[in-house]
Each structure stands twice: as structure tokens, then as C-alpha cells.
């Protein structure tokens, strides 16, 4: 592994945690709640209380699903291979010292067999965690940078962000697919029975379908963003200095315009630390990534800095 040596960090005091953390998580239970009313509101109008009962236990089985076997979907589809500590001792000890602070238990470790440098975490619980790097991260990034890169998918884990995100693109996916419906059903006069008040409930039908996906996607991205944020912060505090983490993003996002990644595709990209996918499809795609600015990111972590001695 083509890690530079550096000199260790110690620990970041508690009064370097930055305050819009806590607003973060707000801000996510806050989102969520929208998301999952946009489900129930188009229950309502596509099959009245009936039909806001079915999607909302569809969507709690969906969850279930999703949230019990996306890590062996996402590990299968990015091609990870499970790695042990004779394949990769520094690896495994970088992990080790960092769930030991963070009080976590040890995740699986895997390498994607990809030169493209990134990194993402997977798992239902801390318990069942997953994280995974690239061959090419392992490759760019000096071993403070590395640390930085797995604090933040460690913050991830402890946050239980997996879970956030996995029921955020849940809700979202049916809200998408129930405006479909709804669309469907509004065209052939389904929205209401009665004459006089159909072409009103076609029309808010309608409006509803159009919109409703739109906002769901929005506000999925909200959520993914808000994480992200919170993860670095996190991550910073866990190895004890923000500016390794910030290296390594600008380090990153440099190298995945370069080279974007080969496996999965832009609905995965909100597992890694970057986005994946950040070089292809120009800016549209780039402003509705899942990922906040790179140059926001590091701004916030420099800013962590501030009025603080590191000793």
C-alpha cells in the first residue's frame, strides 16, 4: 500500500464540535417527515384512506427488504472482495484504532478491485457494518488521509446514516412510482367516482403526480447531503483534526472527474464519500448530485479549525 508516513494526530478537544451538527440531524428528521407525508397524501388522493394504508405498508415492507439485504446488494454490485488482516494488516489497524475510539465494533473490511480512489460503508446496524475502499484510494492518499476517509464512513456507521439513506431512497423510489399510478389512473377519470367533482380530483391528481416525485427526489438529496455533512464532522472529530479529511475530499474529487468509477451506476452513488460519478453527465447531473460541493465540505472542515489550538 503506497501510504506516506505522518505524524499522528491526537485528539481534537470536544469543544472544536461544530454547532450546525446538531441542526443537521434536525434538519434530516424534518426532511424525512416530508418525504414520508408526500407518500401518505398520495395514498389518499390515488385510493382515499384505503389507499394511504396500502402504500404506507407497502412502503414499510419495502423498507424492511431494502434495509435488511442492501449491503450484500451493494457489496455484490461494486464487486467488493472481503479482505483479511494478513491482506491488509495496516488497513485493518487503522479500522481497529478507530472504532475503538468511536466505541463501535469492528466492521468486515473489503477492497473494490477499482482504481478509482473512493470509499463507502454499508451495513443495517454497527453490528452488521461493511466498509469498503478502492484499490485507488489506497494509492493517492497518505495514511492520515486514509484515516480521515475511514473516520467519516466510521461516523456513518455510529450515526446509522445506512439506514437514513436506505429509507430515504425507499420512500422516495415509491412516491416516484405511485405518481405513475396516479397519472395512469387520473387519464381514465379513476382520481374520484362522482361527476361533479371528477375533473377537480383529476387535476389535483395530476398536479400531485407531477410534483410529488419531483419534491421526493429534492428532498432525498436534502437528506443525503445533510448526512454527508454530518459524517465529516463527525470523522474530523474521531481522528482529531479536520484537515486530513479535507485533503483527501479535494484529493478525491480531483481523481473521480479523472477517472470516473466503472461499477454500479448514479442511484448507488449516494454510498461513497464522493460522487462516484461526478465526471459524467456534466453540470445537470452535478447539481442534482447526492453529494453537497466538495468546496463546501472542506470549507466547513477548515472552519473547524478556527480559534482552536491543536496540541
Do not use: C
Not at 454547532?19 to 408526500?38: C, D, E
Not at 407518500?39 to 382515499?48: E, M, N, R, T
Not at 414499510?60 to 461494486?78: E, K, P, T
Not at 438529496?221 to 485533503?247: C, F, I, K, Q, T
Amino acid at each position: 500500500m503506497a501510504w506516506n508516513d505522518a505524524t499522528p494526530v491526537r485528539g481534537m478537544p470536544q469543544s472544536t464540535r461544530t454547532p450546525g451538527v446538531g441542526r443537521n440531524y434536525f434538519k434530516t428528521a424534518m426532511l424525512m417527515s416530508f418525504l414520508i407525508a408526500l407518500l401518505a397524501i398520495g395514498g389518499q388522493v390515488w385510493g382515499g384512506t384505503g389507499g394511504m394504508l396500502l402504500f404506507g405498508g407497502i412502503g414499510l415492507v419495502f423498507n424492511f427488504v431494502s434495509y435488511w439485504f442492501s449491503d450484500r446488494i451493494a457489496l455484490m454490485m461494486h464487486r467488493a472482495q472481503e479482505v483479511t488482516r494478513e491482506q491488509a494488516p495496516e488497513l485493518f489497524e487503522m479500522v481497529e484504532r478507530l472504532t475503538r475510539k468511536a466505541g463501535l465494533p469492528m466492521p468486515r473490511l473489503y477492497v473494490i478491485p477499482s482504481q478509482t480512489p473512493n470509499a463507502f460503508a454499508t451495513g443495517r446496524n454497527p453490528s452488521h457494518a461493511a466498509v469498503a475502499v478502492t484499490e485507488g484510494i489506497m494509492q493517492i492518499l497518505d495514511r492520515r488521509e486514509l484515516e480521515g476517509v475511514l473516520a467519516h464512513e466510521l461516523s456513518h456507521v455510529r450515526n446509522r446514516d445506512i439506514l437514513i439513506a436506505t429509507i430515504a431512497a425507499a420512500v422516495a423510489g415509491l412516491v416516484a412510482s405511485l405518481g405513475h399510478v396516479i397519472q395512469w389512473g387520473a387519464m381514465f377519470g379513476g382520481a374520484r367516482s362522482s361527476d361533479e367533482d371528477r375533473s377537480g380530483g383529476i387535476f389535483g391528481a395530476l398536479a400531485w403526480a407531477i410534483l410529488a416525485p419531483i419534491l421526493a427526489m429534492i428532498i432525498q438529496m436534502a437528506v443525503s447531503r445533510s448526512r454527508e455533512y454530518a459524517a465529516d464532522a463527525g470523522g474530523a472529530e474521531l481522528v482529531g483534526d479536520p484537515e486530513p479529511l479535507a485533503s483527501a475530499l479535494l484529493k478525491l474529487e480531483e481523481m473521480n472527474h479523472a477517472r470516473p468509477y466503472e461499477y454500479g451506476g448514479p442511484a448507488t452513488a449516494h454510498f461513497f464519500i464522493v460522487n462516484p460519478f461526478s465526471g459524467v453527465g456534466g453540470a445537470l447531473l452535478n447539481l442534482l448530485s447526492t453529494h453537497p460541493p466538495i468546496e463546501e465540505r472542506v470549507k466547513r472542515l477548515r472552519e473547524m479549525k478556527r480559534g482552536v489550538r491543536f496540541v
